[in-house]
């Protein structure tokens, strides 16, 4: 089944410093998401970016797509102890659902 | 709004017990499902509800059961727990309607931890 796969697995950086994460996909897709999953937690929703979208915006993070590479990336810049957690993107794989990655799990060293 | 609330936090089974774990939401939203989430994996879609009465299998629907009598709830029942059922379950509802609207943005509960000896 179409999924969006995270790239790295795992990342640990300086707080302060930018955190960019990977996406890619396997067929078109209508959007695609990213969610954030504190240790313990449910995930929470962080930006949906549609087909038609190359780049969107919400404070601190910048996501963009490519839907001729069938790929996006999710970018933290200037990283916070708090950013410390999973981050998942997922694509809609049909009308009625959708498909998670297997996540990057992002650590900020202070 | 409380938004989704899942019961129990963590369960305790042992092989071949039955159980439900309950879902609600109170923001009448349309769209329910169930994920299971393992451990350093994503999350795999279990069942999912696009309203009242309609369910449909999503990824690994086998060992588990759901139905839709109201918009607010969605419990998920295991018919004979089995050890490789162990994990964390998730119970989302998204803002979407109709047909596309399991790819609009998730609202996840907290999760429940289940265990099966």
């Known amino acids: 089944s179409q999924q969006g796969e995270e790239d790295p697995q795992a990342l640990s950086i300086q707080e302060g410093e930018n955190a960019t994460m990977n996406c890619s996909y396997k067929?078109?897709?209508?959007?695609l998401q990213w969610y954030r999953q504190n240790s313990g937690r449910g995930l929470v929703h962080l930006i949906l970016i549609r087909s038609n979208e190359r780049e969107k915006h919400s404070g601190r993070l910048r996501v963009t797509l490519d839907t001729s590479k069938k790929s996006s990336s999710l970018l933290i810049t200037a990283s916070r102890a708090a950013d410390t957690a999973s981050y998942f993107c997922?694509?809609?794989?049909?009308?009625?659902?959708?498909?998670f990655g297997s996540g990057t799990r992002l650590s900020i060293r202070p | 709004n409380a938004g989704v609330t899942q019961t129990p936090k963590f369960q305790v089974l042992k092989t071949g017990q039955s159980m439900t774990l309950q879902c609600a939401q109170d923001m009448n939203h349309e769209y329910m499902s169930w994920y299971r989430q393992d451990p350093g994996m994503g999350l795999r879609l279990i069942h999912y509800?696009?309203?009242?009465?309609?369910?449909d299998q999503g990824e690994v629907p086998n060992g588990y059961n759901v139905s839709r009598s109201t918009t607010e709830d969605f419990p998920l029942r295991l018919l004979s727990a089995a050890p490789s059922q162990t994990s964390v379950y998730f119970c989302?509802?998204?803002?979407?309607?109709?047909?596309?609207?399991?790819?609009?943005?998730?609202?996840f509960g907290p999760g429940t931890r289940l265990t099966v000896l």
């Open positions: 997922a694509t809609d794989s049909s009308a009625s659902k959708i498909i």
């Open positions: 989302a509802s998204s803002t979407g309607t109709g047909f596309s609207s399991g790819t609009d943005t998730q609202y």
């Open positions: 509800s696009v309203g009242a009465g309609i369910t």
């Open positions: 067929t078109s897709i209508n959007n």
